[in-house]
């Protein structure tokens, strides 16, 4: 079965300082698709990134870089100079393909980052 | 795009009402639905998946009594909470994706429920 791992459950940090955030997952399915979500204190789920198990380069989006590793099952998301805004939990989520009939997100349990001025 | 909005965003009834919370996808077609249920501190746990004009699918434990979904369109999905009752205040939140198979999902902004 499916599985979603983020052992760091909370991270604070000094605005300024880079920080990644681990995500760790399992699956028996050849294909599948990673995602990262950013829930901030209002509650609602951002969209951050979405990525397809045939694709290992890494991404980066502004101060937001992700390293996608198939030998190690990793998925981890780098903030560079984080700011204050950048608090919030993060989630790490797997989505599979042929064992999935719903397009089901398996979520970890999320990782919540402080980032102090 | 990709905007899902969610409504109410606040709702506090007495033990017994019924209450109904709406999710539309705004500027897209939504194949499928979804609702979650979120515990302060905790991740996001799956309830039901909907599809247009089927009924929906519940995850095991989840009362399909309890929770009524109805997805009438490929725009819009309800979450009715009948007979509310403290237990199950929470905050709810629903997600729509355009297609299957590895589709991103959207978040609405969620719904607090609070049950006196």
């Known amino acids: 079965a499916q599985k979603v791992t983020q052992a760091q459950t909370e991270i604070s940090v000094v605005e300024k300082e880079d920080v990644t955030l681990d995500c760790v997952y399992e699956t028996r399915d050849t294909t599948y698709y990673l995602f990262w979500y950013k829930q901030p204190p209002s509650g609602e789920l951002v969209f951050l990134i979405r990525?397809?198990?045939?694709?290992?380069q890494n991404e980066i989006s502004g101060r937001y870089s992700w390293n996608f590793q198939k030998s190690t099952s990793s998925f981890n998301f780098t903030i560079t100079a984080s700011q204050v805004v950048d608090s919030a939990v993060y989630f790490c989520a797997l989505s599979e393909v042929y064992n999935n009939a719903g397009n089901m997100l398996t979520f970890g349990g999320g990782t919540r980052l402080m980032v102090k001025p | 795009g990709a905007v899902v909005s969610q409504h109410p965003s606040w709702v506090i009834c007495k033990s017994g009402t019924s209450v109904k919370i709406e999710c539309r996808s705004l500027?897209?077609?939504?194949?499928?639905m979804f609702w979650y249920r979120q515990f302060p501190k905790q991740s996001l746990m799956l309830m039901a998946t909907?599809?247009?004009?089927?009924?929906?699918?519940?995850e095991q434990g989840v009362e399909k009594d309890k929770f009524l979904i109805n997805h009438a369109s490929l725009t819009l999905s309800t979450l009715t909470v009948t007979s509310a009752h403290p237990e199950d205040s929470s905050f709810y939140i629903c997600s729509a994706s355009q297609h299957p198979f590895g589709e991103t999902q959207y978040f609405g902004p969620g719904t607090r429920l609070l049950v006196l």
């Open positions: 990525r397809n198990s045939f694709d290992e």
């Open positions: 909907s599809n247009e004009g089927s009924k929906a699918t519940y």
């Open positions: 500027d897209f077609q939504a194949t499928t």
